[in-house]
């Protein structure tokens, strides 16, 4: 413990021949437990914001909060294509970085460990970057993805599935993915970052980056299937929004597969319901 209270004086040390803003904003970096915390707060609070500014008018708060319509329609304006993107690049970022909260942090307190002994560190945010980037490239292909169901009147005006056939083809899915081995090997690496750190632990940002490029890949991996549910359910729902960001989260921080198989089986039956409700409603069936 004196060895480490040591180590940390000699860090603070290293800044005073700084300007004291200089030195202070040194010692802050010095901490990247510290920049990890602020990372994932500051950039999952601008996802739900802008989620919010987008989908919220004044005169249907509740309405907005399930069902909001825009960029819908056959057609779509280089706007509506752009409108939709950034919707959906916030919706990844605000849904995904409480999920990757755990992995930043491992990475930061491997980093601070490094701090304090003098060794060169990358912040944290150049790990979260490489995240970042694998989901927004989920976000540019859902983005085509809902052009491509729109143009084919899949989706309603209000973005979510016009077709319940289609809602249980999801729901059946993502559920019969969450039994699949690549759910689980994913998940695996999702819940224990540190020896995937410790085996390929870099120094420099590129480096960095590339972790955060493929921790990104691990957790896409793991999560796209119930990404794509927000098709069924809405692509602006922001009631299935926060329920799945909170169900993804406990997911990762869970132990065994409980909880992982639980939900798909939860799944598979929302999907089921989907399906003999759309079969519901053309029986019997019309004498031609």
């Known amino acids: 413990m004196r060895y480490a209270c040591d180590m940390s004086e000699a860090a603070d040390h290293d800044f005073r021949h700084l300007p004291p803003g200089a030195g202070r904003l040194g010692a802050v970096f010095a901490r990247p437990k510290r920049v990890a915390v602020a990372c994932v707060i500051a950039l999952t609070a601008l996802g739900w914001l802008y989620l919010a500014l987008v989908t919220v008018p004044m005169d249907g708060v509740i309405a907005a909060l399930c069902r909001p319509t825009f960029g819908a329609g056959e057609t779509w304006a280089a706007s509506d294509f752009g409108l939709v993107a950034a919707m959906w690049a916030a919706m990844v970022l605000a849904m995904m970085l409480p999920s990757a909260a755990p992995m930043i942090l491992t990475y930061a307190e491997i980093a601070d460990t490094a701090a304090r002994k003098g060794e060169r560190i990358v912040s944290p945010f150049v790990i979260a970057g490489g995240y970042s980037v ?151 069936p019309r004498a031609i």
């Not at 493929?214 to 299935?240: D, E, H, R, S």
């Not at 869970?254 to 598979?268: E, F, M, P, Q």
Request: net charge positive.
């Open 134 to 284: 694998v989901w927004l490239g989920f976000a540019l292909l859902a983005t085509v993805a809902q052009l491509l169901f729109t143009r084919a009147a899949l989706l309603d005006t209000g973005m979510a599935s016009a077709s319940a056939l289609l809602s249980g083809a999801i729901f059946i899915g993502a559920g019969l993915y969450q039994f699949s081995a690549l759910k689980h090997a994913c998940l695996t690496q999702c819940r224990q970052p540190f020896p995937f750190f410790f085996a390929h632990w870099e120094t420099t940002p590129r480096g960095v980056f590339r972790l955060g490029l493929k921790q990104g890949l691990f957790c896409l991996g793991c999560c796209w299937a119930m990404m794509a549910v927000m098709f069924a359910v809405g692509t602006m729902n922001a009631i299935w929004m926060a329920a799945l960001a909170v169900v993804m989260t406990v997911e990762k921080m869970a132990s065994g597969n409980r909880l992982t198989y639980g939900l798909g089986a939860a799944l598979i039956a929302i999907g089921v319901a989907f399906v003999l409700v759309a079969f519901a409603a053309h029986w019997p």
